[in-house]
């Protein structure tokens, strides 16, 4: 199991993590599995994506809209329960096979943290199945 820290930049921000995931695996060069990603954190997600020149903002707006404006109650900041029910309606792990050493995606494909509460340190635990 290894541990990858994402330093995110912006309030809200989708950042490609798919090289520094495939650094991680490449001690597994030439086996065949899985890499479960888990993102120890509850106000962002993981997902793969399309990074077209303007897609992650496309991403970020539309999540926004699937929001609504309610008077939230959680005690510690309301203003933040947006960002918590994006992160458990996206998720916070993903599971993409190995093959060779690489992680098999499709040829638009990326892994991406998409963060909703920034900027902070987010933790992902990398773990791999054969």
């Not at 199991?1 to 809200?12: L, P």
Request: aromatic content about 6%.
């Amino acid at each position: 199991m290894k541990t990858i820290i994402i330093n995110t930049q912006s309030k809200k921000q989708v950042v490609d993590i798919t090289d520094r995931v495939e650094e991680v695996i490449q001690e597994y060069s030439g086996e065949e599995g899985t890499c479960n990603l888990f993102l120890t954190h509850t106000t962002c997600a993981l997902t793969t994506a399309d990074l077209d020149p303007g897609t992650d903002l496309d991403m970020l707006d539309a999540f926004e809209g699937l929001i609504p404006k309610l008077k939230y109650r959680h005690p510690h900041d309301p203003s933040h329960v947006p960002s918590h029910i994006l992160s458990a309606l996206i998720g916070t792990s993903l599971v993409v096979p190995i093959k060779d050493g690489r992680l098999v995606l499709g040829t638009w494909q990326r892994v991406v943290l998409i963060e909703f509460d920034g900027p902070r340190d987010r933790e992902i635990v990398v773990s791999f199945l054969k």
